[in-house]
């Protein structure tokens, strides 16, 4: 069975600090995905990570994936209350098939 | 708004009931995927359909089943519900079957099981 873990799994910070999640596993995925989530709705994609070694930026996000393809991480600078969620990281395998990890939920206070 | 619907969005039902979860996708999209999200085991993917064909399964029970239909949309039937089935349900879509494609989550539909 393959596990996706996040660390951390609760975080809780002020306005303007920096931050790095984290997702790894064992098995080696041909991609992976983070999601947002906010309370009562579903998981919206931030980003596709495709390629071993890979590093994509969304405005204050930036996404690395892993050279061997197990593990990712997501590093948020001067962080917002708008950037509180759930974060979650979902990998693809090569069967095509979805794994998610159970998420890091992130608190940003003004 | 993803464009995906869910009906419907909150279920109260008692345990060994059957109940029907309803997923329209978004226009065009081909693959509906089915996950539960409780509160101790996260978002847990449960089965994927592709234009109208099982293409994957994951931990799903073999209480509950799925299906697509000719429309695209998809309902997901659980049975003999217990406790522990409550949870929240989410139908994402995707345009094709698998890969890197991005999943387009509905709002959910919340069970609650007594």
């Known amino acids: 069975t393959q596990l996706l873990e996040q660390s951390p799994q609760f975080l809780s910070i002020q306005e303007g600090e920096n931050l790095t999640v984290y997702c790894n596993s064992s098995s080696v995925f041909s991609s992976l995905q983070w999601y947002r989530q906010e309370p009562g709705e579903g998981p919206v994609l931030l980003v596709t990570?495709?390629?071993?070694?890979e590093v994509k930026k969304l405005k204050r996000l930036t996404f690395q994936f892993g050279d061997a393809r197990k593990d990712s991480s997501l590093h948020i600078t001067a962080a917002q209350p708008g950037d509180t969620g759930l974060y979650l990281c979902?990998?693809?395998?090569?069967?095509?098939?979805?794994?998610f990890g159970p998420g890091t939920r992130l608190s940003v206070l003004p | 708004d993803s464009g995906v619907t869910q009906t419907p969005k909150h279920l109260i039902t008692a345990t060994g009931q059957r109940v029907t979860l309803r997923c329209s996708p978004r226009s065009g999209d081909l693959s509906v995927y089915w996950y539960q999200q409780s509160l101790d085991q996260g978002l847990q993917f449960l089965i994927q359909?592709?234009?109208?064909?099982?293409?994957a399964k994951g931990n799903i029970l073999e209480r509950f089943s799925a299906q697509q239909f000719p429309d695209l949309h998809s309902e997901l039937n659980l049975s003999s519900l217990e406790l522990g089935d409550s949870a929240l349900y989410f139908c994402a879509s995707s345009p094709h079957s698998g890969g890197a494609a991005e999943q387009f989550f509905g709002p959910g539909t919340r069970l609650t099981v007594l």
């Open positions: 359909y592709y234009n109208g064909e099982e293409r």
């Open positions: 979902a990998g693809v395998d090569y069967g095509q098939n979805f794994v």
């Open positions: 990570v495709v390629t071993g070694g």
